[in-house]
């Protein structure tokens, strides 16, 4: 295969001399890039776009074969009078390209990357290849230090394992709807709808008017960034999707009427920033600051009844300050069927330190028990070149997991035998029964039972990020046990006998 990502990486140096950054060098690859897919695959004529401008109605050909056709200074205006009359068209056109603009200051730049894109039949390569292009960008700018790289990016490999697990089937009834409230490019959207195409022969089994509603009133989401959101709009539209995605804080933002859905995949942000106070919203059981637990909060909140939900969430989240008070009120509204402990390095080279895990849960019925998967510990630090990720990693546990959607297969901690250290296998599936998570004040994270051997082995402990990582984690959730202390003691209620 065309090691694109590899080849708009190099160019993207080359860019840097005209100031455009590495974000926008994406933003501009995937506008290109959207234009020429669209011309292949015909999936939207853009030869004659009408759009008003200074009070004039005006037409533009803002096809692929116009763009290229042109160079010098007349390339560099077409271009910019194509994002612009883009921008104005109704619908979700006009919401693609809402705001883009050139970032080029020379046309021989342009130029060169029009005709770099041009060598490619990008429909002749696999589906999602545009989105495998900017994903390798998002890579490359990540591992060269670039911070926030990753906001927009979930490992498809994980996606792709939670989605089988979830089996995010519309067909279910006519008003069945998909939801990620953080959705980035779209990828937990894109893999929904690529493995309800992997179920139905290409999609060859649904019916024709089943097929116009799965595409145009099924797929929704909301990004509080806009570049991500155009991603995930292109993304989506070129695979025939035409998604609802708004733009907005899910959480400091909630609407005055929730839309509620059947299935909600999601991976929050990472870290605190923007998480400084808790937001006023009727629907949340617990006031906390903490972004990924109001996250998981706003996700009870628009799941249906009998809808099922599958969320990323890092470590800190399952022990944080509040965290047994969000579980505790998770787990008698909802079954916490599942749990998953990612392989350290998931998020390699986003955020190789942090410790990520998936819950899943089923709206409507309180948990009796639920059935957590070590896919951590005592496995080898996932790495780019060395270890990285693959399907490898999820397999067993897809087996543990079952064919229901909802937690309720069959299940038996032998489906995970005793293997040797280091193996992907070993005893990693153990159910708890409420009683014991309660005895745990609802903390996640203390469902623990492996022994770590890279701790006694000297030769084999973590990398230095992660043991820093850890360190961080643990200091600040002793800060924040602290700080609990200290407040009830401003209370009175530590000062014994006070009133």
């Given amino acids: 295969m065309v090691d694109v990502g590899k080849k708009l990486w190099g160019f993207c140096h080359t860019l840097r001399h005209e100031g455009i950054s590495y974000t926008r060098y994406i933003e501009q690859i995937t506008c290109l890039l959207f234009i020429k897919m669209a011309a292949e695959r015909d999936i939207v004529d853009l030869t004659n776009m009408q759009y008003e401008e200074l009070g004039e109605q005006r037409t533009l050909d803002c096809s692929w074969r116009a763009l290229a056709a042109k160079s010098g200074t007349e390339l560099l205006e077409h271009y910019e009078a194509t ?3 883009l921008g104005k068209q109704p619908g979700i056109l006009g919401d693609i390209f809402a705001g883009a603009q050139s970032r080029f200051k020379t046309p021989v730049s342009l130029k060169k990357l029009l005709g770099l894109i ?3 039949e990008w429909t002749s390569l696999e589906v999602d290849v545009k989105g495998k292009a900017y994903e390798d960008l998002l890579e490359q700018a990540a ?4 911070k926030g790289a990753g906001q927009m990016f979930t490992p498809r490999l994980v996606i792709q394992a939670i989605v089988r697990c979830v089996h995010p089937d519309p067909r279910v009834h006519k008003e069945f709807k998909i939801c990620d409230p953080a959705c980035g490019t779209g990828g937990f959207l894109v893999c929904a709808y690529e493995w309800l195409l992997s179920v139905t022969h290409d999609g060859g089994d649904l019916k024709r008017p089943e097929a ?7 797929y929704f989401g909301q990004d509080i960034d806009d570049e991500p959101r155009r991603f995930a709009l292109m993304n989506l539209y070129l695979h025939g999707i035409e998604p609802q995605i708004k733009l907005g804080d899910t959480i400091y933002e909630a609407p005055e ?6 299935v909600v995949l999601t991976n929050p942000p990472f870290g605190t920033r923007g998480a400084n106070q808790a937001p006023e919203r009727e629907d949340f059981i617990v006031a906390t600051s903490n972004k990924q637990l109001n996250f998981i909060q706003h996700v009870m909140s628009i799941l249906r009844p009998g809808g099922r939900a599958a969320i990323v969430v890092p470590d800190n989240c399952l022990f944080a300050d509040q965290a047994g008070a969000v579980f505790d009120d998770l787990t008698k509204t909802c079954d916490l069927h599942t749990v998953l402990r990612l392989p350290n390095g998931t998020f390699t080279p986003y955020s190789a330190g942090t410790k990520t895990n998936v819950i899943f849960f089923t709206k409507g019925e309180p948990t009796e028990a639920t059935w957590v998967y070590d896919a951590r510990t005592n496995v080898p630090h996932i790495t780019k070149k060395d270890r990285p990720l693959s399907a490898e990693h999820f397999a067993e546990f897809e087996r543990c997991f079952g064919d229901d959607p909802f937690g309720r297969a069959t299940r038996s901690e032998k489906d995970s035998p ?5 193996y ?3 005893g990693r599936w153990r159910k708890f029964s409420i009683a014991e998570i309660r005895e745990k004040n609802f903390k996640i994270d203390s469902l623990k039972w492996l022994r770590d051997e890279s701790l006694e082995d000297a030769s084999d402990l973590p990398e230095p990020e992660e043991l820093a990582t ?3 984690s643990e200091l600040t959730a002793a800060v924040s046990e602290l700080n609990e202390i200290v407040a009830m003691l401003e209370n009175g209620n530590g000062r014994g006998g006070a009133a």
Avoid: P, V, W, Y
């Avoid at 591992?143 to 670039?146: A, D, I, Q």
């Avoid at 116009?212 to 099924?218: I, Q």
């Fill in 424 to 426: 992907l296998g070993g």
């Fill in 470 to 472: 850890d360190a961080i």
């Fill in 418 to 422: 005793q293997t040797k250290k280091g």
């Fill in 257 to 262: 009427r929730l839309n509620t859905f059947d």
């Fill in 212 to 218: 116009k509603r799965l595409k145009s009133g099924t």
């Fill in 143 to 146: 591992s060269e230090g670039k």
């Fill in 83 to 85: 994002l612009r009359a």
């Fill in 118 to 120: 041009d060598e490619i």
